[in-house]
């Protein structure tokens, strides 16, 4: 079993500071996916990172995708309250399965 | 257009009953997923159709996990004998295709709580 680790598990931070959360898994992905989950709500898509070493930035977050396809990290610069969520990294496994890990909860105060 | 939607949004049964949880997905999405997603936890996946076949369900727990897609799209997921460990949010999905990396597009989820 590929297996995806999320650290930290928990975040809180004042609005306006930076956080990173990082995703590890000692397999490699073809694909490795961000979601952000909020209470009574289904997980939606951030980002699809594919290429190794690939940077891709939506708004103040930056995705990054390690060279060797196992791990990735979320970036937010200036974090604000409406980035409060669950942020849940994913691998692609054939046939279109995710292999999601736990999460990290990100809490921002404001 | 609507997104996935699942009925009911949430459920609590007693332990050894039986019941139902239903998906509608985005209308023309033949990939369909479903996950569960224990408490503080990330969704685990369960079963994928494409169509009305299952075309992978080993993610089902044990025999009293069963689902179906009879027309392609409304998906049922059925739990016979419920047990209290069967608590959790069950989330559906579907997509356009079903290759590695497409998007998912999730429902709200069912929370099943199992007295």
């Known amino acids: 079993t590929q297996l995806l680790e999320q650290s930290p598990q928990f975040l809180s931070i004042q609005e306006g500071e930076n956080l990173t959360v990082y995703c590890n898994s000692s397999?490699?992905?073809?694909?490795l996916q961000w979601y952000r989950q909020e209470p009574g709500e289904g997980p939606v898509l951030l980002v699809t990172?594919?290429?190794?070493?690939e940077v891709k930035k939506l708004k103040r977050l930056t995705f990054q995708f390690g060279d060797a396809r196992k791990d990735s990290s979320l970036h937010i610069t200036a974090a604000q309250p409406g980035d409060t969520g669950l942020y849940l990294c994913?691998?692609?496994?054939?046939?279109?399965?995710?292999?999601f890990g736990a999460g990290t909860q990100v809490v921002v105060t404001p | 257009g609507a997104g996935v939607s699942q009925t009911p949004s949430n459920k609590v049964t007693e332990k050894g009953k039986y019941v139902e949880l239903r998906c509608d997905p985005i209308?023309?999405?033949?990939?369909l997923y479903w996950y569960r997603q224990s408490l503080g936890q990330g969704p685990e996946f369960l079963i994928y159709?494409?169509?009305?076949?299952?075309?992978?369900d080993s993610g089902l727990p044990n025999d009293r996990f069963f689902a179906v897609r009879p027309e392609g799209s409304v998906s049922t997921l059925k739990i016979q004998r419920t047990e209290r460990g069967d608590s959790a949010v069950y989330l559906c999905?579907?997509?356009?295709?079903?290759?590695?990396?497409?998007?998912?597009?999730f429902g709200p989820g069912t929370r099943l709580t199992v007295l």
């Open positions: 990172v594919v290429t190794g070493g």
């Open positions: 209308s023309g999405h033949t990939a």
């Open positions: 994913a691998g692609a496994l054939p046939r279109g399965k995710l292999q």
């Open positions: 397999s490699v992905f073809s694909s």
């Open positions: 159709f494409q169509g009305t076949g299952a075309a992978d």
């Open positions: 999905a579907s997509t356009g295709g079903a290759g590695a990396g497409d998007e998912q597009f």
